[in-house]
């Protein structure tokens, strides 16, 4: 097997052997990438010689015992809108085009401590906003299973990187669905944690009370032992909490008793018939391996896309406003005046999708609005938590669709912005409510395109959510696309 | 006929607090670093920075809560105020506006008739805005973040006030209160203390508030008077001649003894308030407001009180010494040192209080260490040198905190207290002002005096008084 | 058109508020755009939240503080390396009105 073709745990317990090194491996992903990226365009930003540099001091540090992480030495690529120092970090945007960090995150500082080689940054919808990594500033990423097609988004660039073999594993980031949305279309697997539980230091904002940092990688125990090492309760993070980690010990094959529930009211008139099979047919998997799986109603389910726009980009317009043209990023050539510098710099710099997003978000905090929306939204948001703590009190998983279609064509979905928010409606109320969810490759379509499912567990309740995954995997182990074969078509 | 106008004031009073770091990072708030030099992501507003609350700004704010007779909330939260300047690097500051820390507080000043109290609305926690350099040779503005995220409170009074003596007997116990407790300097004219004054007219009598304008950061007293006073006489002739007062921002020129309305930034002002996702709530407990309750320490009452009682201070005295905390230090540490507290009190009463007007400080202005003072007072006590000569060694020590001990020796200001000697000269004297000598011998008490000053002058202010006197006095009884 | 007209007046004002200056092409579109979010956006009213506590945190978490010792040096040359402009060791701007 290829090195590029193993999962990041077997790529990992190889290095420690001895059997592959660390240099040997980061080339392989990066000739890979040379191959396949011209196509893919997954990739933002790679710095091939600082990836040498680091492969060799890592090697060592191994050879020393001083990296000891059962990843150690396994090359990973970080989505743009997470700040590595030294690497430039643009969120795809023209307004941070050439911006460089002078620090971390503490989730890319976590890596580098555990001996992660990083490849590169990857590409993404602007700033995160959007669903098909179509509204990044230096061209879409296109999906490895068919290069017509979205990878999805916001994290299209680290799905697919993932997808197509260009590295290990990646991080992503999941504010309404960007980690579980594009990995159920790209074929692989991802994972957004309980609130909280990754630290949000150093991921450039967009929803605050909504974002988290997440693993995607080839298999559910891949996600788990990256989760082990990027969460933290980080004194530098006021809404990190504190809880249990020790993910990867939950994994296990026995499902027994595991009660599942799945929302009858998610599978509407807008759901694709092939997801929706794909989907009913993985549960049938786990209900044939001892869960018990029931129907219900979740309750409120057409509410949560109007909440959570209302109040992503309402935090969304207010972390914006530090782009400026002052601090850092891009600055308009002519101008007369503060004002104007304002205005050109952040109008020039910003795409269209951000710019409508910080413009509906100043609306609803408005004076005069503030009440209606923003105020309504929050209520709507409480209305929308409880309805889980109701679910949850009697499953232990929901499992649901991670999005009503498979990948959409390249082009499709910009024109209507309006039906492209509505293909979160599976997503956005896990992050209203701070729950953790797991999209896992189940199933293809009729045109061969990748169908994902999610596993939605309570706050904290990761443990349940990978035992699923990692049960339902042994039954649907990870396939990659192959590139060539939409050329023998 | 022209009609009796009421003025309605009310103050936003900024305080600076004197925490080490930061409120909401770990970088220093230590004065005078070369630009941008105490900053990091999160003061400056980097990509992917978060605030963390620092918990000692929180006890301040609280503190001074407590010290005004405020309610605090059990529950408070910060809010996001977003408006887009330079010197606000997120361009939004992280405030407080839905539930702020303390409110419905109030604060006692004595005026002509009698104590007045005047209302305190609430007081919040926020964080300052960094500092904007004009550059007057490439016209361009220059952005300094040393001060952005330096911790603030700001105390918003009722409109409780009616006169600038008011607003400044206000200011004054507020100053005294937040130096007490330790939580700030409160200098005006360094800026860790900034008084914004809305003020509005209405016809005596009436219940109506007129229209209010608003004067921001004007930095001293005296320009606070002026400024209420120009304010109050411009908006009640606009009354007068049928004209309205348009509510606004003005900037007061204490140069020009005038104020005018600020240009506006080209802004609404519509700050779009809502609850920062970054920063949890504070919930504060009966038990933490008992144990700052607790640790506060003595505020101007108490030691008014016990400076009567331990130092035996008549009252007046008292209450000059404890009007302000720092004099009430150097006062108690002097007196610790040398053992007189009534002989310290008098010198900083008398000498120290007239060598600060002099100069034109307030009693923070006195620099000199209370080991000094005290060394000369007991100079004085051991009759090394008179009072004279003291006086003149006191403003040395008030200038340049001189050693007095050193200064004495240097300037050869010891008393002469050799009685022989001293009669000599006394006996010269009386030779050469054989007019005085009978002046003083047919009733002309003044004559002495005159006779004393020569001896004095004779002596080089060397001589103690008291011996110059009675020895005068015996030799011109003689004949 | 739903109940949610937007007129140019509100899109100037948002335009101030969010400092984006948008072409008469480009304002026309933010208009429809808007106006069909705030359509959307109202659905919400179908709900009766009343009694409902606005729910702005997600966990009970309270009193996150940092102890008042300073742990950060000079931040200049980390601060002031992707500033577009510096003059003085500071960040220049166009000259500002006076506050």
Same mark, same amino acid.
């Given at each position: 097997m290829e090195i590029c073709d193993l999962t990041a745990a077997e790529l990992g317990r190889k290095i420690k052997s001895g059997e592959i090194g660390v240099r040997e491996a980061a080339e392989a992903f990066l000739d890979r990438t040379d191959k396949t990226d011209k196509t893919v365009h997954a990739y933002l930003t790679i710095d091939r010689k600082s990836v040498e540099k680091r492969a060799d001091e890592v090697q060592e540090k191994i050879r020393s015992g001083e990296y000891d992480s059962p990843l150690a030495g396994v090359p990973a690529a970080v989505k743009d809108n997470i700040c590595t120092r030294?690497?430039?970090?643009?969120?795809?945007?023209?307004?941070?085009?050439?911006?460089?960090?002078?620090?971390?995150?503490?989730?890319?500082?976590?890596?580098?401590?555990?001996?992660?080689?990083?490849?590169?940054?990857?590409?993404?919808? =602007?700033?995160?906003?959007?669903?098909?990594?179509?509204?990044?500033?230096?061209?879409?990423?296109?999906?490895?299973?068919?290069?017509?097609?979205?990878?999805?988004?916001?994290?299209?660039? +680290?799905?697919?990187?993932?997808?197509?073999?260009?590295? &290990?594993?990646?991080?992503?980031?999941?504010?309404?669905?960007?980690?579980? =949305?594009?990995?159920?279309?790209?074929?692989?697997?991802?994972?957004?944690?309980?609130?909280?539980?990754?630290?949000?230091?150093?991921?450039?904002?967009?929803? +605050?009370?909504?974002?988290?940092?997440?693993?995607?990688?080839?298999?559910?125990?891949?996600?788990?032992?990256?989760?082990?090492?990027?969460?933290?309760?980080?004194?530098?993070?006021?809404?990190?909490? =504190?809880?249990?980690?020790?993910?990867?010990?939950?994994?296990?094959?026995?499902?027994?008793?595991?009660?599942?529930?799945?929302?009858?009211?998610?599978?509407?008139?807008?759901?694709?018939?092939?997801? &929706?099979?794909?989907?009913?047919?993985?549960?049938?998997?786990?209900?044939?391996?001892?869960?018990?799986?029931?129907?219900?109603?979740?309750?409120?389910?057409?509410?949560?896309?109007?909440?959570?726009?209302?109040?992503?980009? &309402?935090?969304?317009?207010?972390?914006?406003?530090?782009?400026?043209?002052?601090?850092?990023?891009y600055r308009t050539k002519d101008c007369e005046g503060l004002h104007q510098l304002y205005k050109k710099s952040r109008s020039e710099g910003f795409g269209e999708e951000v710019k409508r997003r910080i413009m509906l978000g100043s609306f609803v905090l408005s004076s005069g609005y503030y009440d209606a929306y923003y105020l309504k939204a929050l209520k709507v948001k409480a209305l929308i938590r409880k309805a889980w703590d109701r679910a949850f009190e009697k499953y232990d998983v929901v499992a649901a669709p991670a999005a009503p279609s498979t990948a959409p064509k390249i082009g499709e979905s910009l024109s209507d912005p309006m039906k492209m928010y509505l293909s979160d409606i599976y997503t956005v109320s896990v992050n209203l409510a701070g729950l953790p969810g797991l999209a896992v490759p189940c199933g293809q379509d009729s045109k061969g395109l990748p169908v994902g499912i999610q596993f939605i567990g309570n706050c904290f309740g990761e443990d349940k959510i990978l035992r699923a995954g990692y049960a339902f995997q042994k039954e649907y182990p990870y396939r990659a696309p192959h590139l060539t074969e939409k050329e023998a078509r | 006929?022209? %009609?009796?106008?009421?003025?309605?004031?009310?103050?936003?009073?900024?305080?600076?607090?004197?925490?080490?770091? %930061?409120?909401?990072?770990?970088?220093?708030?230590?004065?005078?670093?070369?630009?941008?030099?105490?900053?990091?992501?999160?003061?400056?507003?980097?990509?992917?920075?978060?605030?963390?609350?620092? %918990?000692?700004?929180?006890?301040?704010?609280?503190?001074?809560?407590?010290?005004?007779?405020?309610?605090?909330?059990?529950?408070?939260? !910060?809010?996001?105020?977003?408006? !887009?300047?330079?010197?606000?690097?997120?361009?939004?500051?992280?405030?407080?506006?839905?539930?702020?820390?303390?409110?419905?507080? !109030?604060?006692?000043? *004595?005026?002509?008739?009698?104590?007045?109290?005047?209302?305190?609305?609430?007081?919040?926690?926020?964080? /300052?805005?960094?500092?904007?350099?004009? *550059?007057?040779?490439?016209?361009?503005?220059?952005?300094?973040?040393?001060?952005?995220?330096?911790?603030?409170?700001?105390?918003?009074?009722?409109? /409780?006030?009616?006169?600038?003596?008011?607003?400044?007997?206000?200011?004054? %116990?507020?100053?005294?209160?937040?130096?007490?407790?330790?939580?700030?300097?409160?200098?005006?004219?360094?800026?860790?203390?900034?008084?914004?004054?809305?003020?509005s007219v209405r016809e005596a009598g009436t219940e109506k508030m007129g229209t209010r304008t608003e004067m921001k950061n004007i930095n001293s007293f005296k320009a606070i008077m002026h400024a209420i006073e120009g304010e109050r006489k411009r908006q009640t002739e606009r009354l007068e001649d049928g004209l309205t007062v348009t509510?606004?921002?003005?900037?007061? *020129? *204490?140069?020009?003894?005038?104020?005018?309305?600020?240009?506006?930034?080209?802004d609404a002002q519509d700050y779009r308030y809502f609850p920062d996702p970054d920063l949890p709530p504070v919930l504060i407990s009966d038990e933490w407001i008992a144990k700052l309750k607790d640790a506060q320490p003595e505020m101007q009452e108490e030691k008014m009180e016990r400076y009567q009682k331990e130092f035996l201070l008549p009252a007046s005295d008292a209450a000059i010494l404890t009007s302000n905390k720092h004099l009430a230090d150097i006062f108690?540490?002097?007196?610790? !040192?040398?053992?007189?507290?009534?002989?310290?009190?008098?010198?900083?009463?008398?000498?120290?209080?007239?060598?600060?007007r002099e100069t034109e400080v307030d009693a923070d202005g006195m620099r000199f260490s209370p080991a000094n003072l005290s060394k000369l007072i007991k100079l004085i006590a051991g009759g090394t040198i008179n009072r004279t000569t003291a006086k003149s060694v006191f403003e040395e020590i008030f200038r340049r905190d001189a050693d007095p001990e050193k200064y004495v020796a240097e300037h050869d200001l010891k008393t002469v207290n050799d009685e022989d000697g001293l009669k000599k000269v006394i006996t010269e004297i009386l030779n050469e002002n054989p007019q005085s000598v009978s002046d003083y011998r047919s009733g002309k008490q003044k004559a002495m005096g005159f006779l004393v000053g020569q001896t004095m002058r004779a002596m080089g202010k060397k001589a103690d008084p008291q011996s110059v006197n009675r020895i005068l006095k015996e030799e011109l009884e003689k004949a | 058109m739903g109940k949610n007209a937007i007129d140019d007046e509100t899109i100037d004002y948002v335009g101030i508020l969010a400092k984006l200056e948008l072409s008469p092409a480009e304002k026309e579109k933010a208009k429809k755009d808007m106006e069909q979010m705030l359509d959307y956006i109202d659905e919400m009213n179908e709900l009766d939240t009343s009694g409902v506590e606005p729910m702005v945190h997600i966990f009970q978490t309270n009193n996150v503080f940092r102890e008042d010792v300073v742990t950060n040096g000079d931040g200049h040359d980390d601060m002031l390396k992707n500033a577009p402009e510096v003059k003085d060791g500071a960040y220049k701007v166009p000259r500002t009105f006076a506050e």
């Amino acid at each position: 097997m290829e090195i590029c073709d193993l999962t990041a745990a077997e790529l990992g317990r190889k290095i420690k052997s001895g059997e592959i090194g660390v240099r040997e491996a980061a080339e392989a992903f990066l000739d890979r990438t040379d191959k396949t990226d011209k196509t893919v365009h997954a990739y933002l930003t790679i710095d091939r010689k600082s990836v040498e540099k680091r492969a060799d001091e890592v090697q060592e540090k191994i050879r020393s015992g001083e990296y000891d992480s059962p990843l150690a030495g396994v090359p990973a690529a970080v989505k743009d809108n997470i700040c590595t120092r030294g690497l430039k970090t643009t969120c795809a945007s023209r307004i941070l085009e050439n911006f460089v960090p002078t620090y971390s995150a503490e989730a890319v500082s976590r890596l580098e401590n555990a001996g992660t080689v990083i490849l590169g940054k990857t590409n993404m919808d =602007e700033f995160a906003m959007g669903s098909t990594t179509e509204t990044s500033a230096f061209g879409p990423t296109r999906n490895p299973w068919d290069t017509d097609h979205v990878p999805g988004g916001s994290s299209g660039g +680290s799905c697919a990187a993932v997808s197509s073999g260009e590295c &290990a594993y990646a991080l992503g980031s999941d504010t309404g669905g960007s980690i579980r =949305e594009p990995s159920s279309y790209c074929g692989v697997t991802g994972i957004k944690p309980t609130y909280g539980t990754v630290s949000r230091y150093g991921l450039i904002a967009y929803g +605050s009370s909504l974002d988290q940092i997440g693993p995607i990688a080839k298999t559910v125990e891949d996600c788990a032992a990256v989760l082990d090492i990027i969460s933290s309760h980080d004194p530098k993070d006021s809404t990190s909490t =504190e809880r249990s980690y020790g993910f990867s010990k939950s994994l296990s094959d026995d499902v027994r008793g595991l009660k599942i529930g799945i929302p009858g009211d998610y599978f509407t008139e807008g759901l694709d018939p092939e997801v &929706a099979k794909a989907v009913t047919d993985a549960v049938d998997v786990l209900k044939q391996k001892g869960a018990d799986v029931e129907k219900f109603d979740l309750g409120y389910v057409k509410y949560a896309i109007p909440a959570y726009y209302t109040i992503a980009d &309402a935090e969304a317009s207010s972390n914006l406003e530090r782009f400026d043209g002052i601090k850092y990023g891009y600055r308009t050539k002519d101008c007369e005046g503060l004002h104007q510098l304002y205005k050109k710099s952040r109008s020039e710099g910003f795409g269209e999708e951000v710019k409508r997003r910080i413009m509906l978000g100043s609306f609803v905090l408005s004076s005069g609005y503030y009440d209606a929306y923003y105020l309504k939204a929050l209520k709507v948001k409480a209305l929308i938590r409880k309805a889980w703590d109701r679910a949850f009190e009697k499953y232990d998983v929901v499992a649901a669709p991670a999005a009503p279609s498979t990948a959409p064509k390249i082009g499709e979905s910009l024109s209507d912005p309006m039906k492209m928010y509505l293909s979160d409606i599976y997503t956005v109320s896990v992050n209203l409510a701070g729950l953790p969810g797991l999209a896992v490759p189940c199933g293809q379509d009729s045109k061969g395109l990748p169908v994902g499912i999610q596993f939605i567990g309570n706050c904290f309740g990761e443990d349940k959510i990978l035992r699923a995954g990692y049960a339902f995997q042994k039954e649907y182990p990870y396939r990659a696309p192959h590139l060539t074969e939409k050329e023998a078509r | 006929m022209s %009609k009796e106008y009421e003025t309605v004031i009310g103050l936003e009073v900024h305080v600076e607090l004197a925490s080490r770091t %930061k409120i909401f990072c770990g970088c220093s708030t230590a004065f005078g670093a070369a630009p941008n030099t105490h900053v990091c992501p999160v003061c400056t507003g980097m990509p992917g920075s978060l605030p963390v609350l620092n %918990k000692k700004v929180l006890e301040y704010a609280m503190a001074v809560g407590i010290a005004t007779n405020c309610r605090i909330n059990r529950y408070s939260r !910060f809010d996001r105020k977003n408006y !887009f300047y330079p010197d606000n690097p997120q361009n939004y500051q992280i405030s407080q506006l839905y539930l702020p820390i303390c409110h419905d507080g !109030f604060v006692e000043i *004595d005026t002509a008739s009698g104590k007045k109290r005047i209302g305190i609305h609430e007081i919040h926690m926020e964080e /300052d805005a960094g500092k904007l350099i004009h *550059d007057e040779w490439e016209d361009c503005t220059l952005v300094d973040y040393n001060r952005s995220g330096v911790p603030l409170i700001e105390i918003v009074s009722e409109p /409780d006030m009616r006169t600038s003596d008011e607003v400044i007997a206000y200011l004054e %116990k507020l100053r005294m209160i937040i130096q007490y407790l330790g939580a700030s300097d409160c200098k005006l004219q360094e800026g860790s203390m900034r008084a914004d004054v809305n003020l509005s007219v209405r016809e005596a009598g009436t219940e109506k508030m007129g229209t209010r304008t608003e004067m921001k950061n004007i930095n001293s007293f005296k320009a606070i008077m002026h400024a209420i006073e120009g304010e109050r006489k411009r908006q009640t002739e606009r009354l007068e001649d049928g004209l309205t007062v348009t509510q606004e921002t003005r900037r007061w *020129d *204490d140069n020009k003894e005038s104020s005018k309305a600020m240009r506006s930034k080209e802004d609404a002002q519509d700050y779009r308030y809502f609850p920062d996702p970054d920063l949890p709530p504070v919930l504060i407990s009966d038990e933490w407001i008992a144990k700052l309750k607790d640790a506060q320490p003595e505020m101007q009452e108490e030691k008014m009180e016990r400076y009567q009682k331990e130092f035996l201070l008549p009252a007046s005295d008292a209450a000059i010494l404890t009007s302000n905390k720092h004099l009430a230090d150097i006062f108690e540490e002097t007196a610790a !040192f040398c053992g007189e507290p009534r002989e310290a009190a008098n010198w900083l009463i008398t000498e120290g209080m007239r060598l600060c007007r002099e100069t034109e400080v307030d009693a923070d202005g006195m620099r000199f260490s209370p080991a000094n003072l005290s060394k000369l007072i007991k100079l004085i006590a051991g009759g090394t040198i008179n009072r004279t000569t003291a006086k003149s060694v006191f403003e040395e020590i008030f200038r340049r905190d001189a050693d007095p001990e050193k200064y004495v020796a240097e300037h050869d200001l010891k008393t002469v207290n050799d009685e022989d000697g001293l009669k000599k000269v006394i006996t010269e004297i009386l030779n050469e002002n054989p007019q005085s000598v009978s002046d003083y011998r047919s009733g002309k008490q003044k004559a002495m005096g005159f006779l004393v000053g020569q001896t004095m002058r004779a002596m080089g202010k060397k001589a103690d008084p008291q011996s110059v006197n009675r020895i005068l006095k015996e030799e011109l009884e003689k004949a | 058109m739903g109940k949610n007209a937007i007129d140019d007046e509100t899109i100037d004002y948002v335009g101030i508020l969010a400092k984006l200056e948008l072409s008469p092409a480009e304002k026309e579109k933010a208009k429809k755009d808007m106006e069909q979010m705030l359509d959307y956006i109202d659905e919400m009213n179908e709900l009766d939240t009343s009694g409902v506590e606005p729910m702005v945190h997600i966990f009970q978490t309270n009193n996150v503080f940092r102890e008042d010792v300073v742990t950060n040096g000079d931040g200049h040359d980390d601060m002031l390396k992707n500033a577009p402009e510096v003059k003085d060791g500071a960040y220049k701007v166009p000259r500002t009105f006076a506050e």
